[in-house]
């Protein structure tokens, strides 16, 4: 039976709340986190006071459109919105049974946009650059350009994760920051550490002789320790952000983002002749569908040859 309060006046608002209520303890703190944050500052605004028997396909139309020219997100983040406004209506229908005929919802379709990645050149004189000198900065965009990890898996590391005896990094953490909601906090975010971005970003890289050299220099006998600070509270993935653009700018090269270091390490790794099944592991994609559409793209040359082997059928 139906709490007597859950009838045909409720607000799609009501519902909202309702589903973060029921899901909240089934989800990852940043991904709720991040419901939250679009239920209120999207979600609500436009259907909020609406009931959901009353929501038409035209208006979630609208509210697509006005997402993307209006406030000018991504089709990607809107995607995302309307696959929340979905997730809630489904809440709804299984909720109170009610036959509630559900809006038509039109996802906006993702432009695929080119993959930066260092050239040779470059990826050859931000290399040199690094390792003159180097601090603990450095030794972290380095271990980004030849382990392909993702900044908050470094700023998360502990020494712990390396083994100088296998040679490996164990990824089991990353850092991330999210809205603080504790009660008389004094800043509007905080750094979190939790499970990587998904089950499959958990995994085991090698250590390159380089890497495991660097390693040892800047390895400190706190084994619980974060590896970029020493001590028991992480960096600030922000301040990395900002001493890997100060480092690029010094080398004159031009729109590098950390992301940009994994899409260079991944590059090289399928130019070395990597398999596809061996390269999406190591970078922690959930399939080697994700790693291909990425990073597989055959120039010209590529697809004349392969062209030629085509046998000839007639002599023109």
Not at 152 to 159: F, H
Not at 218 to 223: A, D, Q, W
Not at 285 to 314: A, C, Q, W
Request: net charge positive; hydrophobic share 35%; proline share 3%.
């Amino acid at each position: 039976m139906l709490e007597q309060k859950e009838g045909y006046d409720q607000s799609f608002a009501y519902y909202c709340d309702s589903w973060l209520a029921s899901n909240g303890g089934s989800l990852k703190v940043s991904s709720l986190n991040r419901y939250e944050n679009d239920i209120k500052n999207h979600i609500k605004p436009f259907f909020g006071e609406k009931l959901p028997s009353d929501i038409t396909s035209e208006e979630v139309d609208s509210f697509s459109r006005m997402l993307l020219q209006q406030q000018g997100l991504s089709p990607k983040t809107v995607r995302n919105i309307l696959a929340l406004f979905h997730s809630v209506f489904v809440f709804i229908r299984k909720r109170t049974q009610w036959n509630l005929r559900e809006p038509e919802i039109i996802y906006p379709k993702e432009r695929r946009k080119a993959v930066r990645v260092l050239d040779e050149k470059e990826e050859e004189r931000f290399m040199r650059f690094l390792v003159r000198e180097m601090d603990i900065c450095k030794f972290a965009v380095y271990m980004a350009l030849r382990t392909g990890m993702r900044i908050g898996e470094i700023c998360a590391l502990r020494w712990l994760d390396i083994s100088f005896d296998a040679r490996t990094i164990s990824i089991c953490h990353t850092a991330q920051r999210i809205r603080n909601t504790e009660e008389g906090a004094g800043t509007k975010t905080k750094i979190m550490i939790g499970p990587p971005k998904s089950e499959s970003s958990c995994r085991m890289i090698p250590l390159m002789p380089d890497m495991a050299a660097l390693c040892m220099r800047f390895c400190t006998s706190e084994t619980g320790a974060f590896v970029l600070t020493g001590t028991g509270q992480c960096m600030d993935p922000r301040k990395l952000q900002r001493r890997l653009k100060a480092y690029t700018e010094k080398c004159g090269i031009k729109e590098v983002h950390f992301h940009t270091l994994r899409h260079t390490f991944a590059t090289r790794c399928i130019e070395a002749g990597f398999d596809m099944k061996t390269l999406s592991e190591i970078l922690g994609h959930s399939n080697i569908g994700i790693t291909m559409n990425l990073y597989v793209h055959p120039n010209m040359d590529s697809k004349r040859e392969n062209m030629s082997r085509l046998k000839t059928i007639f002599q023109i």
